[in-house]
């Protein structure tokens, strides 16, 4: 398999509720911005990560659709699915399409449109993440699901509320000087732990939004990059997935991404990296607990101390380890497909040294971490300044 | 929700709990299902999972889908049924504070939600205190 670099990155211009643009507009967009970037004039192939346009804005054959809005017909176009960590397996199918032989310059775009709809539907839409028949059927909800997660976890390790508060805080703390952020601004503990309760414990204020938004990147063969793009290629070191339970009922551990733990050991074996390597991470917040857990199930921190990450600053911009630089989930917001591809998006640029105001100094290895519904199917990726 | 079968064909798990138990390893599926994922047997039991249980982690939904609205807000939690068998389930007819790992709970038998603009009752099992 072929060495494989990220020579262009973009996002559309702002996450959030964006009336304006239609989901077609919303990919094109920032498909353009990671092809302008990568200043490449042509692409082979191209990848729509995407969880449920069909819920969302009733529209399917995204890969057509893409190919068409962007002129790119008649290339190979193919939408990815896999709950919130559509984005990441797009990336990752993008990358081994390059990795194998079969195309030099493919383009990875992720994108959800979700704000046409209620926020009844768009909840409802959400919740197919999870085991439908058995678990929503009973009247669970994405936030229920994570609050068992972050009940089991406080009655197993003592975290507690405003530990799970601290993650948000931080999050915001760096969302505020990103631009593109949906929520880019600051918020207070306390204002976290009086915002109404979504489903005890956690607040609306521990959970990531509804957003429209989407995000790309250009993907190349690593001896191609230096004469395909002007700027520093950034490698990819490795790319691992793997999947559990579709309910978290039936996993071993509720206090436990299981699917986080398994890509992770793949991603730092295929690496020769480990987690005292990291200069930056991307991970999926899409509520304060997931991070929390995340954190453990990467290595960073030790079992059950993940509440502490964010509590004791270890994980802030100027920390020992920065965690979701861009604001994360919680800040910058979650367009479902769009998410795994904007944290390739983010750690690109700061192994660039394009952050701006949340350069991480000195980044030269940095690790993404996108997973869907209650870790049903995770992906990583390690990234390295080539 | 034109086409009841989606919900008529889960009716022997929602309202009489019918599991499978893997005759090679014993492991138990709720649903049931064509190959255990333990052992990669085919061949399963017909069982019932036992209306008895620990509550393993709980929350309680105070911002609910509108089809629970009348009953926002409410508890539910995992629960691990006696002999074996994991459920999400809500757990009604309790005490918010009193909620507990590791408490007791039986199942019974409960309107879950109504579907579509003719109101289709959709029943199954909810838990409650033991």
């Not at chain 1, 176009?77 to 199918?93: D, H, K, L, N």
């Not at chain 1, 750690?347 to 350069?359: A, D, H, I, N």
């Not at chain 2, 939690?77 to 994991?86: N, Q």
Request: aromatic share 6%; with cysteine.
């Amino acid at each position: 398999m072929r060495d494989v670099a990220v020579i262009g990155v973009g996002l559309n211009e702002k996450w959030g509720e964006i009336w304006e643009k239609s989901l077609r507009d919303l990919y094109t967009e920032a498909a353009l911005n990671a092809i302008d970037d990568a200043g490449v004039d042509h692409i082979d192939s191209l990848y729509v990560g995407c969880m449920t346009s069909g819920l969302f804005v009733s529209q399917e054959h995204l890969g057509s659709l893409m190919a068409d809005y962007l002129g790119q017909n008649p290339v190979p176009a193919t939408r990815v699915e896999s709950a919130c960590a559509s984005g990441g397996v797009a990336f990752r199918q993008g990358y081994l399409e390059v990795a194998s032989g079969a195309s030099d310059i493919v383009l990875v775009g992720g994108v959800e449109k979700m704000t046409d709809v209620s926020g009844d539907e768009a909840t409802f839409a959400l919740s197919a993440a999870a085991d439908m028949e058995y678990e929503c059927y009973q009247g669970i909800t994405f936030p229920g699901l994570y609050a068992l997660v972050a009940r089991a976890h406080m009655h197993r390790y003592g975290t507690t509320p405003m530990q799970l508060a601290h993650v948000a805080v931080k999050n915001h703390k760096n969302g505020s000087l990103n631009p593109v952020a949906q929520y880019g601004f600051e918020i207070t503990p306390q204002g976290v732990l009086d915002s109404v309760m979504v489903a005890d414990p956690l607040h609306i204020l521990d959970c990531s939004p509804i957003t429209d938004g989407a995000a790309a990147a250009v993907l190349c063969p690593l001896d191609l990059a230096k004469k395909l793009s002007k700027k520093p290629p950034v490698k990819v070191l490795a790319s691992a997935q793997a999947t559990s339970t579709i309910a978290l009922h039936s996993r071993k551990d509720m206090t436990w991404f299981d699917s986080t733990a398994v890509a992770a050991e793949k991603a730092y074996k295929a690496a020769g990296k480990g987690p005292k390597d990291l200069h930056v991470v991307e991970l999926h917040d899409c509520f304060t607990i997931a991070e929390i857990v995340v954190l453990e199930a990467l290595g960073l921190v030790e079992r059950g101390k993940g509440g502490t990450t964010a509590e004791s600053g270890m994980t802030a911009l100027g920390g020992k380890i920065p965690v979701n630089t861009s604001g994360g989930l919680k800040s910058k917001g979650h367009p479902v497909g769009a998410t795994g591809v904007a944290q390739i998006v983010e750690v690109t640029r700061q192994l660039r040294g394009e952050s701006g105001p949340r350069q991480v100094k000195g980044a030269k290895v940095g690790l993404t971490q996108n997973m869907g519904g209650t870790g049903g199917s995770c992906v990583i990726h390690i990234l390295e300044a080539a | 929700m034109a086409n009841p079968a989606k919900y008529w064909r889960e009716i022997p798990q929602r309202y009489r709990l019918e599991a499978a138990k893997c005759q090679s390893c014993g492991e138990i599926f709720f649903p049931p299902r064509l190959i255990c994922s333990r052992c990669k047997s085919r061949k399963f039991e017909k069982i019932k999972l036992s209306d008895q249980g620990k509550i393993l982690t709980y929350t309680v939904i105070r911002t609910g889908p509108s089809q629970f609205a009348d009953q926002t807000p409410y508890a539910v939690g995992v629960v691990e049924m006696d002999g074996g068998g994991m459920i999400t389930s809500q757990i009604a007819d309790c005490e918010f504070d009193q909620l507990a790992v590791g408490q007791r709970v039986r199942v019974e038998f409960r309107r879950l939600q109504k579907q579509g603009p003719a109101g289709i009752l959709c029943y199954g099992y909810k838990c409650v205190p033991a």
